[in-house]
């Protein structure tokens, strides 16, 4: 199958897996705002995002839309942080939506804040789209200090229903209070911890414990001491450590394109 997108980005479908993405795909591909609508058709084509099968598509293509968000945050267009935010929406368990569009996001500039913040708090998403928000509200705040005071107060706000919150989304908005310096909301994650209303499956929480100063229960399971991996000190907000490895992240997207491939020849 043949997928309608014209030069040049019909190449972003031809790029596959890269390592070490292009420095600037705006100069390589000399991308420009005339391609923005066919960019922003192929961020989010619905054949190459979530887990449907297309029969007699490359597996490199699976990774245009990956590469169609870098774009587009390189080229920074009117419209184009709403349509990505939408994708947290529309497809919250894709495996480049959870690990890569974060970063995407953030990188199109501290204007986002307040469409995070929206999308975060707003209580007809699914928590898996509102933790991806979470998450790149986090992003946002390390990559751009001057948004930690924006973000402070609507990742505290929603904190503070954690007892109604899912473990899951307090969990993301634990990483969110860090990396915006909220140090008063010590306490409230203290509570949150010992009472089980924040998730401890997949989640490693010792770090915590060193770089915000909080107390974890003594009943927290904790990975062996030779594992632990505690983040570098610096000043301001703490630095949460990744919960994923570039290694583990490439991994994930080979695996959703090969789980397609193999579909295919059934």
Known sequence: MTLD????????????????????????????????????RLAGDPRLLGDEV??????????GPLHAWRALAELRPPGAAEALVELYHAYPYDEDVLD??????????????PLLIRAASDGGWTTDSRSVAVRTMEVLARRHPETREELRAPLGSLFDGYVDNDPELNAALVYGLVATGAVEHRPAIEAALALGHISREHWDWDWLEDEFGVVLPPELPRKPAEIVI?????????????????????????????????????
């Open 100 to 113: 890569e569009l974060p970063e995407c996001v953030a990188a199109i500039g501290p204007d986002v804040a």
């Open 54 to 63: 297309v029969d007699g598509l490359d597996s490199s293509a699976y990774f």
């Open 230 to 266: 505690i983040p570098p000190r610096h000043s301001g907000a703490a630095a949460a450590p990744k919960r994923d490895s570039s290694a583990t992240a490439r991994r994930k997207r080979m695996q959703k394109a090969a789980r397609r491939k193999n579909r295919r020849r059934r």
């Open 5 to 40: 997108y014209a030069p040049p980005v019909s190449k972003l479908l031809e790029f596959g897996y890269l390592r070490r993405p292009p420095a600037s795909y705006v100069r390589l591909l000399r991308l420009a705002p005339e391609h923005v609508p066919e960019l922003l």
